[in-house]
């Protein structure tokens, strides 16, 4: 069973800041990684997916990289909007595990 | 358009068997490289990936709670159930069904339903 780390699992924030999560996995996950944000009260939202490929419709500020077992999702001027919880997801095994998440507040 | 959609009972009992359906449009579970599954999100805490069944009907469980879930699809009704045996108060969450691509670069839930409250309470 792979698990996932998310680090920081909080992180406080301006907008305008330059914004960057690490996830990492117990094994090797080659690409398959995704990432997604949730607001409260909403369903998450596909933002990355194969580590590094934006979803369409997502503004081009997210960024994402990485391969093996760690990755990172970096915002690169944080905006209003983004102020939200960020996990990601495994998809190379059996199972396809979330990481524990990491919110993003307002400084 | 894509949409998928929870149902199922929102308080049920402690040792009770919990049954949701996921009723979905907008695409077929029959065509290859669809997955369609459920997450779930106690109150306050973070996502946890449950069960999913593939177009061909593979089906793979969370390994902590294989036991106690079982996954089927109904093609012809657009329908995922899913049930999970011997519920307790810290299965009360969110419970989300979303549909998930694997396709030659894709990989990802790229449609979520809204969710359900499901309660465990006596």
């Known amino acids: 069973d792979i698990q996932l780390t998310q680090s920081p699992s909080f992180l406080s924030a301006s907008v305008g800041d330059r914004v960057t999560i690490t996830c990492r996995a117990s094994q090797g996950i080659s690409s398959y990684l995704a990432w997604y944000q949730q607001k409260p009260g909403k369903a998450p939202k596909l933002l990355i997916y194969?580590?590094?490929t934006l979803q369409s419709g997502v503004p081009s500020r997210f960024s994402g990289s990485g391969s093996g077992t760690e990755f990172t999702l970096t915002i690169s001027s944080l905006q209003p909007e983004d102020f939200a919880t960020y996990y990601c997801?495994?998809?190379?095994?059996?199972?396809?595990?979330f990481g524990p998440g990491t919110k993003v507040d307002i400084k | 358009q894509i949409t998928l959609k929870e149902s199922g009972p929102t308080l049920v009992k402690p040792t009770q068997t919990l049954t949701l359906t996921c009723t979905f449009s907008?695409?077929?579970?029959?065509?290859?490289?669809?997955?369609v599954g459920w997450i779930r999100q106690p109150p306050g805490k973070a996502l946890e990936w449950l069960a999913l069944i593939y177009w061909n009907d593979d089906k793979r469980y969370s390994p902590s709670l294989k036991s106690r879930l079982t996954i089927t699809k109904d093609t012809s009704k657009n329908q995922v159930v899913l049930t999970m045996t011997n519920m307790d108060p810290v299965d009360t969450a969110t419970y989300y069904c979303?549909?998930?691509?694997?396709?030659?670069?894709?990989?990802?839930?790229?449609?979520w339903g809204q969710g359900t409250l499901v309660t465990v309470s006596s």
């Open positions: 979303a549909r998930t691509i694997f396709g030659v670069v894709i990989k990802a839930i790229d449609y």
């Open positions: 907008g695409f077929s579970l029959s065509t290859s490289g669809v997955g």
């Open positions: 997801q495994q998809l190379n095994s059996y199972s396809f595990t």
């Open positions: 194969a580590a590094s």
